[in-house]
């Protein structure tokens, strides 16, 4: 069955450092991966997708991950967080049916000044 | 352009009570999804609805149930509801096509149960 590891429950950056949360996944064929950033009480909006292609994707807000099929993973990066980036995060892949997202469990970003 | 819309935005029932909460898609989406976000967790799948047929259900008891309208509208209803119901349930839209691609999130309806 298809799942999704985000092993960091909880991670402090400085502001200005970098970031990489790590995402895992277990799916049988070529999987369609999403990284997905909610903030207090809002709903989920979306950083960057993978279908096919360049395994490194640019995203929305200065965000990019990459795909690494042979450590079935797609972490998410950043190279300088900025304080407005403290939220939820979520990495998602799609199911074999193609019907819905199975999402990991999320990892918070707190940033330090 | 609006974005996915969902009422209300927050209610309080008892248990044993009946919820319907409502999503509006975005102009042109003809698929419907809905998640349940249980505090600390991600969202979990519920139903997914393409051209006003069930093409996707999750591991949730009967007491669940959608449907989408012609306006591609949907109404998701819970029964006899728990406490564990208790959560953000989230609309989401896409495109079409039965691979649900992208999916552009409500900002959610906040049920908590009594």
């Known amino acids: 069955a298809q799942s999704v590891t985000q092993p960091d429950i909880h991670i402090t950056v400085s502001e200005g450092a970098s970031l990489e949360l790590r995402c895992n996944y277990s799916?049988?064929?070529?999987?369609?991966l999403f990284w997905y950033v909610q903030s207090p009480g809002q709903g989920l909006q979306l950083l960057l997708k993978?279908?096919?292609?360049?395994?490194l994707v640019q995203g929305i807000k200065g965000f990019e991950a990459e795909f690494k099929r042979s450590q079935s993973s797609f972490n998410l990066r950043k190279p300088s967080v900025h304080w407005s980036d403290a939220a939820e995060y979520f990495c998602?892949?799609?199911?074999?049916?193609?019907?819905?997202?199975?999402f990991g469990k999320g990892t918070t970003l707190s940033v330090s000044s | 352009d609006a974005g996915v819309t969902q009422s209300p935005t927050h209610l309080i029932k008892t248990r044993g009570q009946q919820v319907t909460l409502r999503c509006s898609p975005i102009?042109?989406?003809?698929?419907v999804s809905w998640y349940q976000q249980v505090l600390g967790q991600g969202p979990q799948f519920i139903f997914q609805?393409?051209?006003?047929?069930?093409?996707g259900r999750g591991n949730f008891p009967d007491r669940f149930s959608a449907r989408q309208f012609p306006n591609y509208s949907s109404e998701l209803n819970v029964n006899a509801l728990l406490l564990g119901d208790s959560a953000l349930y989230l609309c989401?839209?896409?495109?079409?096509?039965?691979?649900?691609?992208?999916?552009?999130f409500g900002e959610g309806s906040r049920l908590t149960v009594l």
């Open positions: 989401a839209s896409s495109p079409g096509g039965l691979r649900t691609g992208e999916l552009f």
């Open positions: 799916y049988g064929a070529t999987p369609y």
């Open positions: 993978y279908f096919s292609g360049d395994t």
């Open positions: 998602a892949v799609h199911n074999q049916a193609g019907t819905a997202l199975i």
């Open positions: 102009s042109g989406h003809k698929s």
């Open positions: 609805y393409y051209e006003k047929e069930e093409r």
